[in-house]
């Protein structure tokens, strides 16, 4: 099992398809600052200011970018900063744009799509496109909203037309479908904001599931299915700013931080071997497979790398020689009363793993608790070093108490009569 794990390890560690992700302080990005779109002199509810907040950072997670920094800036404005952005355009456009869906009844008329039309969501009111295309048509009633949409994702059809799905959650199932199935052989629009983007004629009654059909090109189907998934701002917000930020670790920072990690492990490495001897020899094994699974695990799990994240990883390294120095301590104490060299080594795991057990459980939960304030209060960078953290926990219990032990009971355990008679081996 060992073997196989190395070998999946390998692969991962050297697959291209695998890159790291480096964070914001790593690779620099883009910084977008929001502000609320009201008067200056109109309070900005603080809760709907953090419920837009978590829309904005729904939608940019939607576009793949690792690790974002999205944050409330003051009483009126949200901070956004996007590692490594490919697309500075596409990622605007989808935070800003508040996308609001709605089914309309446009009775026997096939509007043109892109035809700026007034809806009954206006209130009397004229729409905005009104501004660039002149009055609209007369106001058409509104059927149901996106509000009433479960989910929305983006696919190709057998023939590679770019379409987007969407499910209704029940009662809007139940809307769309009472109405189409008492208005077969009319037109069912599907309204934009305020612009037709299809105007499909009604041929059967449909139920909770359909799909929006358009001249699309994918990346237009993925950022529609984005806007309609993850709704509209509860707060009108215009971008006051927005401007490219280099990394703010320089390269010869991080030259100099991986030389002091390959340093420090180095140390411990040393002093494992020279404390414990042959045993810390086989524990310097495990501690470098250790090291293998952790990156090898962030590659294919897509960790995104900033230096919070690289302070997890180091600190559960310490942790992960805390297990062996438990394991190795209770072995010379048996060997000190007299126990057989197998017996030590048996003894040694089994009454430190209760410590070892209850110690990395305490700060998994923490890592938890990290997790969780750093996902509800925008501190990816928090979210970073908990998910880190958790992850080298989790591997360093597997290497201290399986493959340092499979190790210790091949080596030492063939050679038992021989290395009882030379205690100096095992740092007793």
């Known amino acids: 099992m060992i073997i196989l794990i190395l070998a999946a390890a390998l692969w991962v560690t050297f697959d291209d398809n695998h890159p790291i992700r480096p964070g914001l302080d790593l690779q620099g990005g883009l910084q977008v600052l929001l502000a ?22 729904q939608r940019v997670n939607g576009l793949g970018v690792a690790e974002p920094l999205i944050q409330v800036d003051g009483d009126r404005r949200i ?55 002149g009055p609209a048509a007369p106001t ?19 023939f590679g037309r770019y379409l987007v799905t969407f499910e209704m959650t029940d009662e809007g199932g139940q809307i769309l479908g009472d109405f189409t199935a008492a208005n077969v052989g009319r037109f069912l629009t599907l309204v934009l904001d305020k612009r037709v983007i299809s105007s499909p004629r009604i041929r059967e009654a449909i139920g909770d599931q359909g799909s929006i059909s358009g001249d699309f090109t994918p990346e237009e189907a993925r950022n529609l299915a984005l806007q309609l998934r993850y709704g509209r701002l509860p707060v009108p917000l215009v971008i006051e700013s927005t401007r490219e930020i280099g990394a703010t670790l320089g390269h010869l920072s991080v030259e100099q931080s991986v030389q002091a990690g390959v340093i420090g492990v180095s140390i411990v490495l040393l002093f494992m071997l020279v404390y414990y001897r042959l045993p810390g020899f086989l524990a310097d094994l495990a501690l470098l497979l250790y090291a293998l699974l952790n990156f090898a695990v962030f590659k294919w799990l897509g960790v995104t790398l900033t230096l919070p994240a690289i302070a997890g990883f180091l600190l559960s390294t310490g942790m992960a020689v805390d297990a ?62 908990a998910i880190t953290l958790a992850i080298g926990v989790t591997i360093s219990m597997f290497t201290a108490v399986v493959v340092t032990r499979t190790l210790v009971d091949l080596v030492m355990g063939l050679g038992a009569d021989w290395l009882a008679e030379r205690q100096w081996a095992v740092g007793a």
């Not at 059927?143 to 696919?155: F, M, S």
């Open 140 to 158: 058409y009633d509104t059927v149901l909203t996106g509000g009433e949409l479960r989910n929305a994702a983006a696919q190709a059809d057998r």
């Open 324 to 385: 062996n120095i438990l394991v190795f301590e209770r072995m010379k104490e048996e060997l000190r009363q007299g126990s057989t060299l197998n017996r030590a080594i048996r003894a040694g795991f089994e009454r430190a793993w209760s410590s070892i057990r209850d110690s990395n459980i305490a700060t998994l939960v923490i890592t938890a608790i990290l997790w969780s304030f750093g996902r509800n209060f925008g501190a990816s960078m928090v979210q970073g070093f």
């Open 79 to 133: 901070l956004v900063e996007l590692p490594g952005i490919e697309d500075p355009d596409t990622a605007v456009d989808v935070i800003r744009e508040t996308a609001l869906l709605e089914f309309v009844d446009t009775g026997d008329q096939s509007l043109p799509e892109g035809t700026c039309v007034r809806t009954s969501l206006n209130e009397g009111r004229s729409s905005p496109c009104e501004e660039e295309d």
């Open 36 to 57: 609320a779109d009201v008067p200056p002199d109109e309070p900005v509810d603080s809760g709907d200011l953090q419920a837009a907040r978590q829309v904005i950072s």
